[in-house]
């Protein structure tokens, strides 16, 4: 082969040998006699028939017994294996080094030195993991790590640190190579499975891994440089920029401490940002969302600082932005010199700033406005001895339905929070069990009966909002409990029942103008009113508990078996099968039908069925389903959509004052009585002919022939008009006798509607940057046309349709023309055409 006429001038061309020549290079002779090439080929052919069996390991024997070098030999035949990169457990080439390995270590056969090296290249150029794992041990590769330690450097200056790592692993090169040189390239493409695996096999890189990683994690210095630099000077490739941030970093961090078992208070950085933090999070709590009481808040900044006194000074600073007074109270808590306190701060006292004392216990009207305990204290029972506990659990025994909950600090700083309180709900009592105290190995018997006889017992259902997240918490904090089951039959979770029962028809009755998927929404949907949540975040490992805090735990266990009675009861009236339901959920099963119906109720329901016109209908749409409002128009139907940024309940007031009904992609429920469930349709995700199909059938809604068109898809108006050829042969005669309007008049026009447009805008999509636009706006050259109407009308189509005797429908209000053979009308008038019988 001339390589000249391969290669243009000036360009170079790099020939790389083969395995076998690099290796004869390397000094292995390649080469096999005649007999062993017999052997070789025999073993080939019986290895297609027989594959890993006796019959191979008595061909080897025969190999054991004439062969004089069979470590090199070996490596010859693995070379010569007609088998790709990736030498798989079950392929040939792992066979022969597997035998090999097992007779040497039978007869104690130890290779040749000279051997080593080239045992090395032919495991490194192949992508199996466990072949190289299994050719160090073959070839006791460990002995040559002096020359292997530079190619391995050279596999990381080269950006493969992948194979590197594995090398490293395999070889146990640990010391030899800076676990930050080796592992940050592996951050920087985030590949954690790779870091997790060469942690695992090396324990001690673990602790010096976390420590350069939280360096990182310090504000004061900056990732993206540092980051940067290593990649520019390390020649590192596909990285994932995003990943070099606090935030990410810091999950990674965590992840990695929980997964080995490192205390996070080591991180000594990774600890201040996240009480940083926290912190940030309650000062939002206490001052934007009104959501903590002072005892509450006093508890949480007291409990966040304890261990990290080094963010007062950063708490203070961030507090002196929302209450002068209160961050100088902590700066004096703390004893925060003077000079250290922000300017705002310096030289005041709390006395220069009085404020008036808040009042979150005694206020008999904020009473009135949350959903309250319906027991007295005397049914609330803590239960803090294995008596009281062994006797709880014989009660429970003997119940139908129980509800439960858990509650635990909140962790704001790195330490993991302790299971604080488990609270177990009856229809007449509540038990709260103290977890900090019976959460002990001489307790673990208690434990193992309380799940055998209650959260095991699949006689009892055991009601629960978020069942999945709270067992699982019990599960990993609680001794006794590592082996419980978390979802399944007796687990009933009230916010998927919830979510199953709107599915099948079930409509909600509320005066609650709060949506969402919490407990408080759905006890505001049920009753009216929502739960009190000042307790929510507190602190649940104090000891006396506060009344407080023992009334918000008691009522998170009780309500729920108050909204059970109260759902089963609405399905009752409404004729739904609320225990099939249950079960549905409990046992993860999809639903049969959407409502089961008794046979006289839909008799009843069939006789009043009114079919109706597409006059009587008004959609809102929300903006994801944009796209449909150009069908539904096509049909009669008046359409409008929401905008991006617009707020649910915001949707639901706009819907409720013009009367209309709410189209989404996913399911949401009403979150007022004023506005039925049955007026929100959730048509999924399909071709557009089944969503129409779907909206169709739901509202009962009968396309007419009569009503195609009478309705402007462009801007929703129903002032379209019909034209015939003479009509618009009249308005091309009126323009070129002079009667209309300048192009300076026609933009002077529009701009007068400007402000109609912005209102539009609120309510309305049309003029959306994500919309699809179906038309290029007319060129400013164009010809235009003002009818009576004062619609301005493209003269340039009309004169189109006049000269092709072409008829059109005009819209009054924005002076869009359709015509018979516009692309968009026609694809729209054919997926309309095949949902009806017209002609």
């Avoid at 306190?341 to 005694?362: F, G, R, S, V």
């Avoid at 508990?545 to 059970?564: G, K, S």
């Avoid at 749409?621 to 449909?628: I, K, M, P, V, Y």
């Amino acid at each position: 082969m001339d390589l000249n006429k391969l290669v243009h001038q000036n360009q170079t061309i790099k020939i790389i040998p083969s395995l076998e020549d690099s290796l004869r290079g390397l000094g292995l002779n390649s080469d096999l006699d005649e007999e062993t090439e017999i052997w070789f080929n025999q073993l080939k052919i019986k290895w297609k028939t027989w594959k890993k069996s006796p019959t191979i390991e008595r061909h080897f024997d025969s190999f054991f017994q004439f062969c004089q070098d069979p470590f090199r030999v070996a490596l010859v035949c693995i070379v010569k294996c007609d088998e790709p990169k990736d030498r798989k457990p079950k392929s040939l080439s792992y066979c022969i080094l597997e035998i090999i390995f097992k007779w040497s270590q039978t007869n104690g056969r130890l290779p040749e030195e000279t051997l080593k090296l080239p045992a090395y290249n032919i495991a490194t150029q192949q992508r199996n993991q466990h072949f190289l794992y299994l050719a160090v041990k073959t070839y006791q590769l460990y002995t040559i790590k002096e020359t292997v330690l530079p190619l391995v450097k050279d596999m990381i200056r080269n950006d493969n640190c992948k194979q590197a790592s594995q090398i490293v692993i395999a070889m146990e090169l640990f010391d030899e190579i800076p676990v930050e040189d080796l592992l940050f390239p592996l951050v920087l493409q985030d590949t954690p499975n790779l870091i997790d695996e060469y942690l695992s096999e090396s324990p001690n890189q673990i602790q010096p891994f976390l420590l350069f990683l939280d360096r990182l994690l310090d504000k004061n210095f900056s990732i993206r440089d540092y980051a940067q630099k290593f990649i520019e000077e390390n020649k590192i490739y596909n990285v994932k920029y995003d990943k070099i941030h606090y935030k990410p970093l810091g999950k990674l961090v965590a992840r990695l401490c929980n997964k080995f078992n490192v205390p996070i208070e080591s991180c000594k950085n990774l600890s201040k940002n996240r009480t940083t933090g926290g912190l940030r999070y309650l000062i939002h709590q206490r001052y934007v969302e009104h959501n903590l009481s002072p005892s509450v808040w006093d508890d949480l900044v007291k409990d966040s600082l304890k261990q990290s006194t080094d963010c007062a000074k950063e708490f203070v600073d961030m507090l002196a932005m929302y209450d002068i007074n209160e961050s100088l109270k902590w700066s004096s808590y703390f004893e925060i010199s003077n000079d250290c306190l922000p300017h705002a701060l310096q030289n005041l006292t709390i006395k220069d700033n009085p404020i008036e004392e808040e009042n979150w216990d005694t206020t008999d009207n904020a009473a009135q406005n949350y959903y309250r305990l319906p027991i007295s204290e005397e049914n609330i029972l803590i239960i803090d001895t294995a008596e009281k506990f062994d006797e709880l659990i014989s009660k429970l025994s003997n119940c139908p339905i129980i509800s439960f909950d858990c509650e635990w600090k909140p962790s704001f700083g790195a330490a993991k929070s302790r299971m604080a309180l488990i609270q177990i709900g009856t229809f007449d009592q509540v038990y709260l069990i103290d977890t900090l105290i019976l959460n002990n190995k001489q307790y673990m018997g208690s434990w193992c009966r309380f799940n055998k006889y209650v959260l095991d017992n699949a006689e009892i259902i055991k009601l629960g909002f978020g069942v999945e997240q709270d067992l699982n918490e019990m599960k990993s904090l609680i001794i006794g409990l590592n082996n419980i089951k978390v979802k399944g039959e007796g687990l009933l979770d009230l916010g998927l029942l919830w979510k199953n029962l709107v599915k099948c028809g079930l409509s909600l009755p509320s005066n609650s103008d709060n949506g969402g998927n919490s407990l408080s929404s759905l006890v505001q949907t049920c009753f009216g009113l929502p739960l009190e949540k000042s307790e929510q975040c507190s602190n649940w490992e104090l000891r006396p508990l506060r009344n407080t805090q023992i009334h918000y735990a008691a009522l998170d266990a009780f309500v729920l078996l108050e909204i059970y009675k109260y759902l089963q009861n609405l399905c009752v009236e409404q004729h739904i099968n609320f225990e099939e339901i249950c079960n549905d959920v409990m046992l993860d099963r999809k639903l049969k039908c959407l409502k089961k119906n008794k046979v006289v109720d839909c008799l009843q329901t069939t006789k009043n069925i009114k079919v109706r016109t597409p006059m009587d209908v008004k959609i809102l749409l929300e903006h994801d389903n944009a796209h449909l409002r150009y069908y539904l128009r096509y049909c009669g139907i008046d359409t409008t959509i929401t905008t991006s940024h617009m707020l649910w309940h915001d949707t639901i007031k706009l819907a409720t004052s013009e009367n209309r009904l709410i189209l989404t992609s996913k399911l949401k429920f009403s979150p007022s009585s004023r506005f039925s469930q049955n007026f929100i349709l959730d048509i999924g995700k399909g071709s557009i002919k089944d969503q129409l199909l779907k909206i169709l059938k739901h509202f009962n809604v009968g396309l007419q022939k009569n009503y195609i068109l009478t309705r402007c898809i462009e801007c929703n108006s129903t002032d379209v008009k019909y034209y015939s050829i003479n009509d618009l042969k009249d308005i091309c005669r009126k323009y070129n006798g002079g009667s209309h309007k300048s192009s300076d008049q026609i933009r002077r026009s529009a701009s007068d509607n400007e402000d109609d447009n912005d209102y539009s805008e609120n309510f309305l999509s049309d003029s959306e940057g994500e919309d699809i636009h179906l038309y290029k706006p007319f060129p400013i050259q164009d010809k235009w046309y003002t009818s009576s109407s004062g619609a301005k009308i493209n003269m340039n189509q009309i004169e189109k349709l006049c000269a092709s005797n072409k008829t059109a429908h005009i819209c009054e209000n924005c002076g869009k023309l359709y015509c018979d053979e516009e692309p968009l009308l026609k694809s729209i008038h054919e997926v309309i055409m095949s949902i009806t019988n017209f002609n």
